[in-house]
């Protein structure tokens, strides 16, 4: 048995990919483009281990995609593969595009002409996994209830309508063809290994290397945050007992407010790692001009998958983000290594204002 993890060397795929084989020994084939966020040094504890197959490529490359399948006759693919943050998304929409949509429908084709090959018990036991977002659905007003998976898909960036169409596609291959799909729609993940152009991650970074911490607009944004390895174990629940066809929405049940998050990572680098001369580091906030369609409130109702699969976060959003910057205070060299020019170059034009 194995299973086939696209965009595996990504933070939340690489994550999985670590997790699993620290629970079972079920071999991996770890299928990455490797741009910009790909970063094989954080699977690096797994290389010469034999259950972990890396494999360089594209999901909208069919042949390849179709000779992995052939090859390795995988019982599950699990699809994180995307483009993910919405900053680049607004500057260069159409890379979302091409992976988010069309690699995801070519991904699906090649997926679907081997279920069909397969024999009635494989094809009964098979599982495709499509990793989504919160974002899908679009912006909650303060007092709104919290996102349930029926909630109407409303994306307001390039990068949300991408996945939101990703979304599309899959439900309408199980509908139409029957391929057992299972989806995930999680909050804002955080954690070990998070690509430093993200919000927490950003902070930690910036902050130690004196840097501005560039807050959008009034900082009042609120996102639900999901300690990354919380997820793992949700989705790996998930390929375990969800229903084909089903939709599950993953939270940590932690509201909270962009500016509260960066003044939360401030106290505990005074704590962790205090300045030398003796002033927090939040002394180095610092407000730039708004997001275009910055969505004001996302917020996850867990309570389909806790009623259904009896999972629940393990972390408090305390625990977790105490976790995540000694991680960082840890992990020096891999944050110098992630740090190429092109990011450099990207944070510079991005954070101009700051």
């Not at 009964?124 to 303060?142: I, M, N, P, Q, W």
């Not at 629940?312 to 020019?341: C, D, M």
Request: proline share 5%.
């Amino acid at each position: 048995m194995t299973i086939l993890i696209t965009g595996a060397a990504g933070f939340i795929g690489a994550n999985f990919v670590l997790d699993w084989l620290a629970c079972n020994d079920e071999p991996v084939i770890n299928l990455d483009k490797l741009t910009y966020a790909g970063n094989l040094e954080t699977l690096a504890s797994l290389q010469g281990d034999a259950r972990h197959i890396f494999v360089q490529g594209d999901i909208g490359d069919s042949a390849l995609v179709s000779r992995l399948l052939a090859e390795h006759r995988p019982r599950a693919v699990l699809n994180f593969a995307a483009e993910s943050h919405v900053d680049r998304s607004i500057l260069s929409p159409e890379d979302f595009i091409q992976t988010n949509i069309v690699g995801t429908f070519r991904l699906l084709e090649a997926v679907r002409a081997y279920w069909n090959e397969l024999e009635a018990e494989a094809r009964t036991a098979f599982r495709f996994l499509h990793v989504s977002t919160d974002e899908v659905y679009g912006s909650l007003g303060a007092a709104d209830p919290a996102f349930r998976e029926d909630h109407r898909y409303e994306p307001n960036s390039p990068y949300s309508a991408s996945k939101a169409a990703s979304d599309h596609l899959v439900r309408a291959c199980h509908h139409t063809y029957g391929l057992p799909v299972l989806t995930t729609n999680c909050s804002n993940n955080y954690g070990p290994y998070h690509f430093p152009e993200k919000l927490i991650p950003l902070m930690i970074v910036n902050a130690l290397a004196g840097k501005p911490l560039p807050v959008y607009g009034d900082g009042m944004q609120v996102r639900d945050w999901l300690y990354v390895k919380d997820h793992c174990s949700a989705i790996r629940r998930v390929l375990e007992s969800g229903r084909p066809g089903e939709v599950y929405n993953v939270g940590g049940w932690n509201e909270k407010p962009n500016i509260e998050i960066v003044n939360t990572v401030c106290a505990l680098l005074d704590e962790l790692r205090p300045k030398a001369d003796g002033t927090s580091y939040n002394t180095q906030i610092t407000t730039v001009k708004d997001r275009p369609g910055h969505d004001r409130r996302y917020a996850i109702d867990a309570s389909k998958i806790e009623r259904e699969l009896a999972w629940r976060p393990l972390e408090t959003f305390a625990s977790g983000i105490r976790k995540t910057v000694q991680w960082y205070l840890g992990n020096p060299e891999w944050v110098a290594h992630v740090q190429s020019g092109a990011y450099r170059d990207w944070v510079q034009t991005q954070y101009a204002s700051a």
